[in-house]
């Protein structure tokens, strides 16, 4: 069985620039999440999608972060414009409802 | 709400010997999951350990076991005859309908 696929793996900009993320899902996941974790933390829920709609988005700074899942797939994760704050390893994960998660490698940000 | 907390922020453990992870946790709901999750610096979040709270005994695999007490929500993990390959961050992590919270997490290092 295919795990989650995150790319890219790392990513530098500036800050006020703006980035994507990408993951791709274990085929049949139905629920997807992203994932902040800051260094030295646990990871902190930014979104969760079912099939294609958002079920909880209630710790996602709407101000600056965006998230979609098309065709309740493949999802992205973008920040516009980016802060120095926003440096974290961003880790996408899927599950079958009721089931445990499976969760990607990440994506490493550095904001400088 | 829930919260998950883990009070060492470090521990140490000679290889082959056994070492204990503590994880508290608060949660209202009856009906949830406790899980352990293992990170090691390939950033990949892996499952260690699963305990279905309705159930009194204590989930094992293979050299992990977990000591849940139910009444004191309290949820160790046990990690017998300790290999290198064990060193990692370990997170605890509560989960109830769709909703999981980690705590902080627990460097583990092996000494040879």
């Known amino acids: 069985e295919a795990g989650v696929a995150q790319s890219p793996r790392y990513k530098i900009i500036e800050k006020r620039q703006s980035v994507a993320f990408w993951c791709n899902p274990i085929?049949?996941?139905?629920?997807l999440y992203w994932y902040q974790q800051i260094l030295g933390q646990g990871p902190k829920l930014l979104i969760q999608f079912q099939n294609n709609g958002v079920v909880d988005d209630s710790q996602l700074p709407k101000d600056r972060f965006s998230a979609e899942r098309l065709k309740g797939v493949d999802s992205t994760l973008k920040i516009q414009p980016a802060k120095l704050e926003d440096s974290a390893v961003y880790l996408c994960?899927?599950?079958?409802?009721?089931?445990?998660?499976?969760f990607g490698s990440g994506t490493r940000l550095t904001v400088v | 709400a829930q919260t998950v907390t883990q009070s060492q922020p470090e521990m140490s453990v000679q290889e082959a010997e056994t070492v204990t992870l503590s994880c508290t946790y608060d949660t209202s709901e009856s009906d949830y999951y406790l899980f352990w999750y293992k990170q090691p610096p390939s950033r990949q979040m892996i499952l260690v350990i699963r305990?279905?709270?309705?159930?009194?005994q204590n989930a094992t695999e293979n050299r992990f076991s977990v000591n849940f007490q139910k009444a004191a929500k309290s949820f160790s993990l046990k990690i017998s005859d300790s290999q290198l390959g064990d060193a990692a961050m370990y997170f605890c992590?509560?989960?109830?309908?769709?909703?999981?919270?980690f705590g902080a997490g627990t460097r583990l290092t092996v000494k040879p």
């Open positions: 994960a899927s599950s079958l409802v009721g089931d445990g998660y499976t």
């Open positions: 085929s049949g996941h139905a629920t």
């Open positions: 305990q279905e709270a309705y159930k009194q």
């Open positions: 992590a509560s989960y109830n309908n769709n909703d999981m919270r």
